[in-house]
Structures are given as C-alpha cells and as structure tokens.
Nanobody
Framework: QVQLVESGGGLVQAGGSLRLSCAAS????????MAWFRQAPGKEREFVAA???????YYADSVKGRFTISRDNAKNTMSLQMNSLKPEDKADYYC????????????????WGQGTQVTVSS
C-alpha cells in the first residue's frame, strides 16, 4: 500500500512561485508513474502533470512552460515547481501514483494523497 503526502501549498500573489512536494512510502517508488492533479471549488478534477519512472514528463497545456514536474527516486519524492502563477491556478493539488498507468486520466491512478491547497491572489 502506497502512502502519499503532499506539502508546500500556500498563498501567493499572481506572478509568484510555489513548489509542491509529494513524499511517497510503502512501495517501490521508482516503479510508479506519478502525477499531479488539481481541483478547484465547484470544478472537476483536472490533470496538471505526470512523470514516469525514467523522468519523462507530460503536461497539461494550461501549465506547459510555467510548471515543472520532477522526481527523486532515491528520496521517494516528487515535486511540482509552479512559476508565473495565475488566479486560475488556485485549487487543491493532489499527488497520485500508479504502477501501470501514465497519463492524464485521474481515475486510472491507484493511489492519491490528501491534497495541499494553493491560493493565488490577483
């Protein structure tokens, strides 16, 4: 059973930066594809970015060029560097993991964390 714990959320002004982290335990981290999803109040969960075991990445168009996903297999952690934040980036951000799936469908990931809140003021 994999446990995921997100951290790093907070309040930032538009144009600012935040770095989210996801710490994983309970599994062989390097075998898992990892992803970030987000959900704003009243909206559907939305794919943000994913990273496969080898470091290959995949981004939603809405964050491409502003966000960078990365992983450290030695430390069992994944990060999301968010730059040039916009008010529309405000959401709860969730870390997800799966051994077999790598993509943008959140329902395909078997594990997820409790989320961390990101608020962007205009």
């Amino acid at each position: 059973q994999v446990q995921l714990v997100e951290s790093g959320g907070g309040l930032v002004q538009a144009g600012g930066s935040l770095r989210l982290s996801c710490a994983a335990s309970g599994g062989t981290f390097r075998f898992y594809a990892m992803a970030w999803f987000r959900q704003a109040p009243g909206k559907e969960r939305e794919f943000v970015a994913a990273v496969i075991w080898s470091g290959g990445t995949y981004y939603a168009d809405s964050v491409k060029g502003r966000f960078t996903i990365s992983r450290d297999n030695a430390k069992n952690t994944m990060s999301l560097q968010m730059n040039s934040l916009k008010p529309e980036d405000k959401a709860d951000y969730y870390c997800e993991a799966d051994r077999k799936y790598f993509g943008s469908n959140g329902d395909q990931y078997d594990y997820w964390g409790q989320g961390t809140q990101v608020t962007v003021s205009s």
